[in-house]
């Protein structure tokens, strides 16, 4: 495979083991009710993928130097997303966004020291465990459903994410997407807010308590948590069934996620998938998020709400063209 040298700034190799260091000897800070603070605005904006790459020649770890040698850059990966029809997130180049907007980030993920080429680490090869026939499953699940990107009859039709109802990237769990890869937590005694950025999803957690026999799935699932030593433990579980289509999820899944601040400017963050409908294993993956040290915008999802109905008038019209075809 050729390699693309990657201009980055990225973090040297020292600084990072510096962090390390100084993060095992970290006490992260407490809330006024006692319990580990991990408040605050966070990115988790990383080119390190879900899975790991073959390039990488199946190593977890690695040092700076072969990250900027077999990294593709930043510019030809955004190029290769436009290229690609990532421009809308529908997909089908319909001009949406460009790469103007795309911040995927400059460099992979640090954890201890080294730079990791794929979230997942657990199983050790980095590969999502699916079960034989496990993702035919996974694609009867999302055809299954009403909404689909080639049905456009009405507003029911179109993906979540077309309606704004949710993200079409990943906000649960958190995992790296085009942009907007920020998120918010908020903490009182009985409950905690996780804010995404994309498409303003957002859950309340509700801490220590069980988990609610509700007449309906709503959106995002239902969160329970609890603190476990210096971590902040999340479990969700009882997700909409129509929200598969645009997640890592299944009915039948149990997500959960832990947030663990080492260091006044930085959260471990990790989740586990738990899901043996579709895979042989309970698989985990984990990645840092760092303060952003700076406000979170309002995502103005179809702001003016012209979207949804530029989105059915082009579907008629196409109809119209073709019956004129005849």
């Known amino acids: 495979m050729k390699k693309i040298i990657c201009l980055v700034t990225a973090l040297p190799i020292s600084v990072s083991m510096t962090f390390a260091i100084a993060a095992e000897n970290y006490e992260p800070p407490k809330t006024a009710f006692g319990v580990p603070d991990v408040q ?22 690695i040092d700076e130097e072969t990250m900027l040698a077999k990294m593709i ?14 421009e809308g997130p529908t997909g089908g180049a319909v001009g949406a966004y460009n790469d103007f907007w795309f911040a995927p980030g400059n460099a992979l993920a640090v954890m201890n020291g080294m730079y990791r080429t794929s979230l997942i680490v657990d199983p050790a090869d980095g590969q999502i465990p699916w079960k034989d026939g496990g ?6 699940q999302r055809n299954s459903l009403l909404m689909g990107r080639d049905r456009s009859d009405g507003p029911e039709g179109r993906a979540l994410a077309d309606r704004c109802l949710v993200s079409y990237a990943s906000t649960m769990p958190f995992v790296s997407s085009f942009y907007n890869n920020n998120m918010q937590i908020v903490q009182s005694p009985t409950h905690v ?33 609890y603190y476990e030593d210096d971590t902040l433990v999340v479990v969700t579980k009882d997700f909409n069934p129509w929200q598969i289509k645009e997640y890592l999820i299944s009915e039948n899944v149990t997500l959960t996620e832990r947030f ?6 930085r959260i471990h963050y990790s989740f586990t998938i738990d899901d043996p409908e579709l895979y042989t294993q309970p698989w985990t993956a984990e990645m840092p998020m760092a303060a952003l040290n700076e406000q979170m915008y309002e995502y103005a999802c179809h702001e003016g709400n012209y979207s949804l109905p530029a989105i059915l008038a ?13």
């Open 40 to 61: 605050g605005i966070w990115t988790y904006e990383t080119r390190t993928s879900l899975q790991r790459p073959e390039i990488y020649e199946g190593a977890l770890e």
């Open 73 to 86: 850059s930043t510019e030809e990966y955004n190029k290769f997303l436009a290229e690609t029809g990532a």
């Open 135 to 140: 993702q035919e499953i996974r694609q009867e």
């Open 193 to 225: 807010m996780l804010l995404a950025e994309m498409v303003h999803n957002v859950r309340v957690v509700r801490i220590d308590q069980d988990f609610r026999d509700l007449p309906f799935k709503q959106w995002l699932g239902d969160s329970i948590g």
């Open 260 to 265: 663990t601040r080492v260091a006044d400017d």
């Open 314 to 326: 082009g579907a008629r019209r196409g109809e119209i063209d073709a019956s004129e075809s005849q």
